[in-house]
């Protein structure tokens, strides 16, 4: 099922909802990210990766916790105008982060 989203200037149509809150930590190799946005699917990475195209595996947590996660992903963009990176997960691996501080309905 797509989301249909107006952005002001165009529709915007994604399968999965994208969430700023709770916040998650992300490496990648020696590199650590802070997602602006995440989906089940993918992140928007606040820092270049330059590894566009490539698949990258790496880790991923909630801030503040030790208990992280493996995940690979490919590299789909990456703008040095905005500073920003996008990643495309291999799998839904985020389904396995739990946010025990914040309500379900937080998250929908």
């Known amino acids: 099922m797509s989301v249909v989203r107006e952005t002001g200037i165009a529709s915007e149509q994604r399968c999965e909802p994208r969430y700023a809150s709770p916040a998650l930590d992300l490496v990648i190799g020696d590199e650590h990210f802070r997602p602006i946005n995440w989906s089940m699917r993918g992140a928007l990475l606040h820092g ?27 590299v789909v963009r990456s703008d040095p105008n905005t500073g920003n990176s996008a990643i495309c997960f291999e799998d839904c691996r985020t389904e396995q982060i739990e946010f025990p501080q914040y309500a379900a309905a937080a998250l929908q």
Do not use: K, N, W
């Not at 880790?59 to 690979?72: D, L």
């Open 48 to 74: 270049v990766c330059d590894a566009i195209g490539v698949r990258v595996r790496g880790e991923m947590g909630v801030p503040g916790s030790s208990e992280t996660i493996p995940f690979a992903a490919t």
